[in-house]
Structures are given as structure tokens and as C-alpha cells.
């Protein structure tokens, strides 16, 4: 079955980065898009990023310039790097899959396989 394993969030103050990393299985990676959504405490996930199945990026407004999406193939890893993390960034952040169709999608409700999800936390 395919899982997807998040890892890399933890505490970090205000100004600070943070490198997370999804490890994906049961799954051909390369035909798939991959993103990372987030959940702050009582507001609705949210899209991040997405490296698509060519490499093509996506990035919200809200985390662009600051964060890197990118993906390994060979590895069936993606990772997301955060810098300047401000402390309306803490949420949960989730690792989500879908079948690369050369389309965009930032709706969550486009992406089929999710992670459990990892915790950052930014203090101020």
C-alpha cells in the first residue's frame, strides 16, 4: 500500500529554517505529483508547494521566495526547505500524492495519498 512518511518539523524560532522530507512508498514516485499542505490549530489545511512529476514548481504566495520544493527520484524522497519561518507558519505540515497529469492542483481534495504529517512549530 502506499504510505508517506513525513520527518524534519520540530521547534524553531522566529527567522529560523527548517528541512522537511517525505519518504514515499508503494508508489511508482516519478508519476507522481507531490506537495506539501499544512494545518495551523483551528483553520482548514492549506496548500504549500508542489514539485510536479517533470520537476515543475508551484509555490502559494505565502511562502514564496522563502521556501524550496524538490524531489529525488531515485531516492522516492521529496523535501521541502524552509526559511524566514514566521510564527503563523506553526501547523502541522502533511506530504500529499497524486497521479501526475501535467495539471496543477492545489486543492486538497485533487491529492489522493497523504502523510500523517510532521509538527513545526516557530516561536516568537
Known amino acids: 500500500q502506499v504510505q508517506l512518511i513525513e520527518s524534519g518539523g520540530g521547534l524553531v524560532q522566529a527567522g529560523g529554517s527548517l528541512r522537511l522530507s517525505c519518504s514515499a512508498s508503494g508508489l511508482t514516485f516519478s508519476s507522481y505529483d507531490m506537495a506539501w499542505f499544512r494545518q495551523a490549530p483551528g483553520k482548514e489545511r492549506e496548500f504549500v508547494a508542489v514539485?510536479?512529476?517533470?520537476?515543475?514548481?508551484y509555490y502559494a504566495d505565502y511562502v514564496k521566495g522563502r521556501f524550496t520544493i524538490s524531489r529525488d527520484n531515485a531516492k522516492n524522497i521529496v523535501t521541502l526547505e524552509m526559511l524566514s519561518l514566521k510564527p503563523d507558519e506553526t501547523a502541522v505540515y502533511y506530504c500529499?500524492?497524486?497521479?501526475?497529469?501535467?495539471?496543477?492542483?492545489?486543492?486538497?481534495?485533487?491529492?489522493?495519498?497523504w502523510g500523517q504529517g510532521t509538527q513545526v512549530t516557530v516561536s516568537s
Open positions: 514539485v510536479m512529476r517533470y520537476a515543475q514548481t
Open positions: 500529499a500524492a497524486r497521479w501526475g497529469t501535467d495539471v496543477l492542483a492545489t486543492p486538497e481534495n485533487e491529492y489522493d495519498y
